[in-house]
């Protein structure tokens, strides 16, 4: 399983950037992949690197076509190996 952090921000759109936001969140939800926003950015499982991918540019060009003239997007992947992994199993193992 592939878990991400992507936050997407358009630039030069004043301070206030949650429309924007607003519209990448539905592009995941109408992708059906399992994600979790917070304050800062979004947390996304994907079965594939090509399903994130996917996923990814979909959300990236929809804040584009919503009027944005420019959008940064940062994406973190952790691609792990050894054993399954989800958002679940990975905030149940930090658990305080």
Known sequence: MIIAELSITPLGE???VGK???IALQVL???RVKFET???ATVVECESLEKLFEV???AHYSVLEAGAKRVI???KIDDRRDK???IDSKL???KV
């Open 14 to 16: 004043g301070t206030s």
């Open 20 to 22: 924007y936001v607003k």
């Open 29 to 31: 939800k109408e992708s």
């Open 38 to 40: 917070h304050a800062m």
């Open 56 to 58: 990814v540019k979909k």
């Open 73 to 75: 997007t940062t994406l």
């Open 84 to 86: 399954e992994a989800t």
């Open 92 to 94: 149940d193992s930090i």
